[in-house]
């Protein structure tokens, strides 16, 4: 019988790695796409055994095509692979329909576990396939070796399991659910870095605060814009005794950029296997236009490689952007890093 395996994701990175986790013989094909519309698309056209599916994806995510499927009665197994690692992204996708779920990045070993409790893989045999099958040899599979990863795509995908771990941090801290988008990579120039935030509008003011960081052959700082009609329900949501005021709007600053640049930080340094230190945090301006708050980028001539991340807090009226600004010398560092990742 024919074994076909679809991994869906909009990563060329994360597809590469899922690919490599799975044992060699497993599948007679190994199908791919790049977001939720292909892969229902795919899961229409002909009978797939197993889907490994992301969540955060652009056009259609991961939620969405499981509501589909469910609708659709589409005959397909299906276990999430993704970067949310919040509580609540678990149990809804369980409650969508999807057998079980694995955390980001892909740990061979659970996928193996997870593959024998459902029947797809006994230890053993496929080994013994390989033995008595000259095209069935170890990481003889094609599929994983074909997928280009660009600098720029690797870097997102470890923005992504980074922006999971803040984001998981922010949820349970303050019992809330955390909307994740795709992080948006791209250099680009000082000047124009009031461009890069894409939630902002002309008629909003923000308040923000910075922190720089140093490893081994990378340096750059965070910014954390806050939208200032956050400020009350934030203040609410922290259990502070006074919601409306200058200083407190100081503190819900520094707290929200203690645990997100920590964990965010600290997320990148464990994928690129570097230790991250922060500086001290500081104020960039309060009750300004983004433009204003981001003047002080402006002197200085140089590209930059930027992470943008939206955090939009479910339910309530929170919003808040985080730039991470990595500096023109840190990319051949970057470059060699992620080199490693793909091969």
Do not use: W
């Not at 329900?233 to 200058?246: G, I, K, N, R, V």
């Amino acid at each position: 019988m024919t074994t076909r395996i679809l991994i869906c994701d909009d990563s060329a990175l994360a597809r590469k790695q899922m690919a490599r986790a799975l044992p060699s013989g497993l599948a007679d094909e190994i199908l791919f796409a790049n977001n939720g519309a292909e892969a229902l698309e795919v899961l229409r056209a002909q009978q797939t055994d197993l889907m490994f599916l992301d969540l955060n994806m652009p056009q259609m995510d991961g939620y969405e095509v499981l509501q589909h499927i469910r609708a659709e009665d589409l005959p397909i197994m299906t276990i999430v692979v993704s970067g949310d690692i919040q509580p609540e992204a678990r149990e809804r996708v369980l409650k969508l329909g999807a057998m079980d779920f694995i955390k980001k990045p892909t740990d061979i070993g659970v996928v193996l576990s997870l593959l024998a409790n459902y029947g797809f893989y006994r230890p053993g045999d496929l080994e013994s396939a390989a033995l008595s099958d000259d095209n069935l040899t170890a990481g003889s599979e094609p599929h994983s070796q074909t997928i280009s990863v660009s600098l720029n795509d690797s870097l997102q995908e470890i923005a992504n399991v980074a922006m999971g771990r803040s984001s998981d941090l922010l949820a349970r801290l303050l019992r809330v659910f955390v909307k994740q988008p795709v992080p948006k990579v791209d250099f680009i120039a000082n000047s124009e870095l009031h461009m890069a935030i894409s939630a902002a509008h002309n008629s909003d003011t923000y308040s923000a605060v910075c922190q720089g960081f140093t490893g081994a052959g990378i340096a750059g700082e965070a910014l954390l814009l806050f939208a200032d009609a956050s400020f009350r329900d934030m203040a609410e949501l922290l259990h502070y005794d006074t919601l409306e005021s200058e200083s407190v709007n100081v503190e819900v600053l520094m707290d929200m950029s203690s645990i997100l640049f920590g964990a965010f930080l600290r997320g990148m340094g464990d994928q690129l296997d570097l230790q991250l230190g922060l500086g001290h945090p500081s104020m960039l301006g309060q009750h300004l236009q983004i433009t204003e708050l981001l003047e002080h980028q402006n002197s200085r001539d140089e590209q930059l490689l930027c992470i943008e991340i939206s955090y939009t807090l479910e339910e309530r009226n929170i919003q808040c952007d985080m730039l991470v600004l990595l500096t023109e010398d840190s990319v051949p560092f970057l470059e060699q890093r992620l080199q490693y990742l793909v091969n």
